[in-house]
């Protein structure tokens, strides 16, 4: 954890000032700028900020409360074995400062090792709770072939397909992250899946959420951490899903956050047509049969699909890096 994550923390514990505020004001600042000293806010290009400092919204006695807010919290925190990272530290997953409206995260909460995110390729591994035999099968193939091609796989420690991913991986001797949707201080959702969670921090994976300590699980938080399974990732492959559910929130996410979406074609491997689907296969195929998911049946087209996420992947780090080429003349 570094002085400048205990800033932004700091930030955002200030009434009325949001991510996205704290993020593109901060964006083109020089970090060795960032101090903790009051007149430090003043630097921040933010209009919001700087119109609450001039009409003394907020005060030096607002942030040396808002400090001291984010001392508790980190404090806290570390007590409980959970790290803390902003959006401006090395360790912060690079593919969510990827997402292109910048709606991502400004502090993430972590246990284990959170720097598998940047040092691997990454796929999410996502489906329906109800999983099936026909799901149980698939995310087995899919989970043991990208671990072998040293990708750690993402999930929600969900039931269903989600446990399942995290358990292949474990299986195939390969690293797993699981985004929850609470504090990380918090028991976790569902209880069953406890054990999981110690046995992906056991084998080298880490446990990442946006939420502070004490923030209980909400079902609003539930689409958020749908939404960045996917930004967290270089692409997606959904198993299988039904019309409705969190998995489509994912599968939704990664088309406007440019991620590629796979999905096994269940049609070719249960050999019926589209009105024959079981209602588990019906949402995957949709998307499918939409142009909006890759499908994945023969080994050549897996074999594609991942070529294609490692394209993409070096496309979207390259165009990153000129663009912070470019905020860094800037800041002279």
């Not at 505020?21 to 900020?49: A, V, Y």
């Not at 399942?164 to 609470?182: P, Q, V």
């Not at 000129?322 to 003349?329: C, F, G, L, M, P």
Request: charged share 30%.
């Amino acid at each position: 954890m570094s002085d400048i994550t205990r800033v932004v923390l700091a930030l955002t514990q200030l009434q009325g000032i949001g991510n996205q505020t704290i993020i593109k004001g901060l964006r083109n600042i020089n970090l060795q700028e960032i101090t903790d000293e009051f007149s430090f806010l003043n630097k921040i290009n933010s209009n919001k900020i700087q119109k609450k400092l001039d009409n003394e919204t907020i005060s030096v006695m607002d942030w040396h409360n808002a400090l001291s807010l984010a001392d508790d919290i980190i404090n806290k925190s570390k007590e409980k074995g959970i790290g803390t990272v902003s959006f401006l530290d090395e360790d912060y997953p690079k593919n969510l400062l990827m997402v292109h409206d910048e709606k991502y995260p400004a502090i993430l909460y972590f246990k284990g090792d959170i720097k598998q995110i940047n040092d691997h390729k990454s796929l999410a591994v996502i489906g329906t709770r109800n999983i099936t035999e026909f799901g149980n099968e698939m995310t087995s193939k899919y989970v043991k072939y990208f671990t072998s091609k040293d990708y750690v796989i993402v999930s929600g420690l969900a039931k269903g397909t989600d446990a399942k991913a995290h358990e292949e991986t474990i299986k195939n001797s390969g690293k797993t992250i699981a985004i929850l949707a609470a504090g990380l201080d918090q028991t976790i959702y569902p209880k069953e899946n406890a054990p999981l969670a110690k046995e992906i921090l056991r084998t080298g994976g880490a446990l990442i959420s946006e939420y502070k300590i004490g923030t209980k699980l909400f079902p609003q938080f539930l689409v958020a951490r749908d939404r960045w399974q996917s930004g967290i990732s270089d692409g997606v492959i959904a198993i299988e899903t039904g019309t409705r559910g969190g998995t489509k929130n994912a599968m939704t996410a990664a088309g406007y956050q440019k991620r590629p979406l796979g999905c096994p074609d269940a049609k070719e491997y249960l050999d019926v047509d589209f009105d024959e689907l079981p209602k588990t296969s019906i949402g995957t195929e949709e998307f499918i049969e939409k142009g909006l998911a890759i499908p994945l049946y023969t080994n050549r087209s897996v074999k594609g699909f991942r070529l294609h996420l490692e394209e993409e992947k070096e496309r979207r780090e390259e165009i990153f890096r000129e663009q912070k080429s470019v905020e860094d003349i800037n800041l002279f």
